[in-house]
T-cell receptor
Framework: QKEVEQNSGPLSVPEGAIASLNCTYS??????FFWYRQYSGKSPELIMF????GDKEDGRFTAQLNKASQYVSLLIRDSQPSDSATYLC?????????????FGQGTILTVHP | KAGVTQTPRYLIKTRGQQVTLSCSPI?????VSWYQQTPGQGLQFLFE???????NKGNFPGRFSGRQFSNSRSEMNVSTLELGDSALYLC?????????????FGQGTRLTVV
């Protein structure tokens, strides 16, 4: 079992729809959860982070964390073609391991007009 | 506020050579982590330096090494290059302490080994 798994893609949604990206993790000691967006040929860009159970909203993005189910998700509302990218879920343990991120394999999202 | 700066952006090396990559973190950040990204393996953690000490290490051979200087700048070295070392090498900068440890990536160094 991989430490961090993301829903297999690619995911294609029409412009204006909600895109739902999912991630599960295996280590119950994980404490910090991040979503990065990576455009082709570019480096990952941090878009959301969440530490506590529940929802966290930032503009069109909502991150959801359920530690009991070891599940974290990202919702993108009113999806735009510019949201087309690979979305990476990353997980970190606490203490001195904060600097070590474990990434999922990524989900390719395509938003078509 | 300046971001994370990696140099060089592109490198072409021959098998058996060694290479040194550089990373300058965001001002005030004391943690620098290095990652290798390949199409087959995705993003894999190499190591992390915090206050000039290696704090975490991934599962890479000893050919991969690093260090951090007192100004938090970090270098990564790969010796005896192999074809399989061709990848995008990314460094990430963070404060490295407490819960507010969001990591920000540099633009990466694209290494090609021929």
């Amino acid at each position: 079992q991989k430490e961090v798994e993301q829903n297999s893609g690619p995911l294609s949604v029409p412009e204006g729809a909600i895109a739902s990206l999912n991630c599960t993790y295996s280590d119950r000691g994980s404490q910090s959860f991040f979503w990065y967006r990576q455009y082709s040929g570019k480096s990952p860009e941090l878009i959301m982070f969440i530490y506590s159970n529940g929802d966290k909203e930032d503009g069109r993005f909502t991150a959801q964390l359920n530690k009991a189910s070891q599940y974290v998700s990202l919702l993108i509302r009113d999806s735009q073609p510019s949201d087309s990218a690979t979305y990476l879920c990353a997980v970190a343990k606490g203490g001195t391991s904060y600097g070590k991120l474990t990434f999922g394999q990524g989900t390719i999202l395509t938003v078509h007009p | 506020k300046a971001g994370v700066t990696q140099t060089p952006r592109y490198l072409i090396k021959t098998r058996g050579q060694q290479v040194t990559l550089s990373c300058s973190p965001i001002s005030g950040h004391r943690s620098v982590s290095w990652y290798q990204q390949t199409p087959g393996q995705g993003l894999q953690f190499l190591f992390e330096y915090f206050s000039e000490t290696q704090r975490n290490k991934g599962n890479f051979p000893g050919r991969f090494s690093g260090r951090q200087f007192s100004n938090s700048r970090s270098e990564m070295n790969v010796s005896t290059l192999e074809l399989g070392d061709s990848a995008l090498y990314l460094c990430a900068s963070s404060r490295g302490q407490g819960m507010n440890t969001e990591a920000f990536f540099g633009q990466g160094t694209r290494l090609t080994v021929v």
